[in-house]
T-cell receptor, first 112, second 113 residues
């Protein structure tokens, strides 16, 4: 049973619009969440993270929102650019958890 | 610049053969991880190490082994390759145990015939 879920395998967005990628988790022990971005034939790279003591973290065009009661987080990309086209992995961990659990990923396509 | 490298980048082997995938990092990180990436499953943890001589099993460790004799390297061995082990393998390292940023290698694409 997947502890970190990304229910949309793919998403297509027009350039300049907002991209919203969603992630749900089941384990209430998770208290730290990360988003990684992956281009074809490359390894994933860290994008942004959020601790459970916050409900929002922003870095340039990227904002992550956390709703602990719903066990849900989302990544917003505004404005979306063609270079944002990649697979995005949501990941979760915790202070009492010695591993990072990754979701299955969402493939984002930003159309020029 | 510090980096993490994997070799080979592509490998074709036959069922039953032993295969070793190399991972080398120059970050001087104590923590190293091996993942496999398969469609619909994302990244699944195979084995991990928190330091020299330390190794631990992840969620999909059957058929794989690792050893850690120094800080820089964590080779992954498939003892008897199976077609189900066809996948893309990623090595990663991090400065702290869990929850912190992991730095990934470029991946090894393995095909078992």
């Amino acid at each position: 049973d997947q502890q970190v879920k990304q229910n949309s395998p793919s998403l297509s967005v027009q350039e300049g619009r907002i991209s919203i990628l969603n992630c749900d988790y089941t384990n209430s022990m998770f208290d730290y969440f990360l988003w990684y971005k992956k281009y074809p034939a490359e390894g994933p790279t860290f994008l942004i993270s959020i601790s459970s003591i916050k409900d929002k973290n922003e870095d340039g065009r990227f904002t992550v929102f956390l709703n602990k009661s719903a066990k849900h987080l989302s990544l917003h990309i505004v404005p979306s650019q063609p270079g944002d086209s990649a697979v995005y992995f949501c990941a979760a961990s915790g202070t009492s958890y010695d591993k990072v659990i990754f979701g299955p990923g969402t493939s984002l396509s930003v159309i020029p | 610049d510090a980096e993490i490298t994997q070799s080979p980048r592509h490998k074709i082997t036959e069922t039953g053969r032993q295969v070793t995938l190399a991972c080398h990092q120059t970050w001087n990180h104590n923590n190293m991880f091996w993942y496999r990436q398969d469609l619909g499953h994302g990244l699944r943890l195979i084995h991990y190490s928190y330091g020299v001589q330390d190794t631990n099993k992840g969620e999909v460790s059957d058929g794989y082994s690792v050893s850690r004799s120094n800080t820089e390297d964590l080779p992954l061995t498939l003892e008897s390759a199976a077609s189900s082990q066809t996948s893309v393998y990623f090595c990663a390292s991090s400065e702290t145990r869990a929850g912190e940023t992991q730095y990934f290698g470029p991946g090894t694409r393995l095909l078992v015939l």
